[in-house]
């Protein structure tokens, strides 16, 4: 069982930044890859960005790709995600999920039922 809970949501202009965090309890965090997810009103969930069990390999969404950047801290059991030039289109609640998929077999998920484990989320506004 993983217990994630994010925090760092919060209303923001346009053009600021964020800076997300989980933080991860109950299994060996250097052991699971994590990803961070997004659902604004009314739309699906959608992939936003995913890491790998060691922080080495990193992988992005093209909505995202250049102004968000993920990154773990497995000392601290902690996934990060730098939110820069926020966009009102970037408002949502973000989500945080690990993904325990063998080493043999990863790669980087975008799919949603692919993750094993969510955190309950935090809302990020952003205002024009």
């Known amino acids: 069982q993983v217990h994630l809970v994010e925090s760092g949501g919060g209303l923001v202009q346009a053009g600021g930044s964020l800076r997300l965090s989980c933080a991860a309890s109950g299994r060996t965090f250097s052991s699971y890859a994590m990803g961070w997810f997004r659902q604004a009103p009314g739309k699906e969930r959608e992939f936003v960005a995913a890491?790998?069990?060691?922080?080495?390999?990193?992988y992005y969404a093209g909505s995202v790709k250049g102004r968000f950047t993920i990154s773990r801290d497995n000392a601290k059991n902690t996934v990060y995600l730098q939110m820069n030039s926020l966009k009102p289109e970037d408002t949502a609640v973000y989500f945080c999920?690990?993904?325990?998929?063998?080493?043999?077999?990863?790669?980087?998920?975008?799919?949603?039922?692919?993750?094993?484990?969510w955190g309950q989320g935090t809302q990020v506004t952003v205002s024009s």
């Open positions: 890491i790998s069990k060691s922080g080495g390999s990193t």
């Open positions: 999920a690990a993904d325990f998929t063998p080493t043999s077999t990863w790669y980087f998920r975008v799919e949603g039922y692919e993750y094993d484990y």
